[in-house]
Structure formats: C-alpha cells, structure tokens
C-alpha cells in the first residue's frame, strides 16, 4: 500500500493498472474510469518527468517507457505542436491521458465492409479537445483515432493494454483511403494524408 506521504512507484501504478484491466475486462465504461483513477496517484509524482528511459517513438522523438511487461506499456510522450499524427488503428485499446498543454482527439468508425483494398469510409463519432487531468481512449472495434497538440508543451501518458498489431492501417478520410504500414514505420504524411 502506499502511504499518504509515499510516492507511488511505478510497480504500485502498474499492478494498480492491471487490477482494472482484470475487472474490467467486459465493461468499456469501467476500464476508461478505472485506468484515469488508478494512474492518478503515480501522475502527481513531482519528478514524474524525470522518471522512464528513452524509446523510439512511432510518431514523435521525445517517448520514455514508463513500464513495460510485455503486454501492458506505459510511455510519457511529447506531441510536437500542431504535428497532426494521422487516423491509425492497432489493433488494441489505447489511452491517452493529458498532463500538459491541450490535445485534440478524433475517433472514428469504420462504415463500409471492408472488402475492397485500400478503400475506407471513416465516419467521425467524438471530435474533442482534452485538457489535463482529462483522458481520451480508443477502444476496439471503434479504435481509430487522429489527434494534434495544440500548445507547445504538450505531454501524455500513454497506456496501452497489450502489444499492437504488427501492421497497422494509415486512413485518408477524405480520400476514403488506407494504406498499411508495419507499427513503428508511420507512412509519410503525403501517403496517409
Ligand atoms: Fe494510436
């Protein structure tokens, strides 16, 4: 247990994190709760931004693991400002929340059937700005999503509950397009946007 006056270490945070996941694992509505208030904790740590080790982004330069076990991961990132990263999917459920600055967030829902390569009708179902203490979730099957940092000194904490997909689809909205990428290798942004 932590006491009132101990930080939170990151093992206390994780386990706290896979609880959730455990309890949650049919109820969307109590996964999202759950992981906003298990991570609060570890999140009020004053040298939170000290804490991680550096790894290579899939949209950014500046991404530390935070943990890591082979399924769960959880990174503190920085959102260039105004950097769009482009609707993507993974495959898994990933959440996002806010720690500094401001972040728009778009979620999408696939509407046509899937059955002709390279073409994708997005329909977009939450357009939103988050602010911090705030988090924003994908969760499979309507787990695409874009989104911008709107300030400079954006920061989030980035959960996700298991390993992504090896590929992953790259969409043009409104080109109603797709191309497919393998996770880690984000197409350029004249290909995905
Ligand atoms: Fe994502």
Known sequence: MVGTNA???IRDCASAVVDVIERNADDDAGLRAGLLEA???????????????KRPGNHIDNSKYIYYDGEL???LDQLPHGMVVPPHDHGIWEALVILK???RHVVYDRIDDGT??????????E????VPGEMAMVIPPAEIHSFTALEE?????????????????YYNVDKKTYVVAQAGKQPKTSEAA
């Open 73 to 75: 991961s959880m990174t």
């Open 39 to 53: 991570t609060q904790p570890f999140l009020g740590r004053p040298d939170l931004f000290s804490l991680g080790v």
């Open 7 to 9: 930080l939170c270490s």
């Open 153 to 169: 000194e954006t920061f989030i904490f980035t959960i996700v509950g298991g390993n992504y997909s090896p590929t992953r689809h």
């Open 101 to 103: 600055g401001r972040l």
């Open 127 to 130: 357009d939103r700005v988050y």
């Open 116 to 125: 002709v390569a390279g073409h994708a009708d997005l329909e977009t179902i």
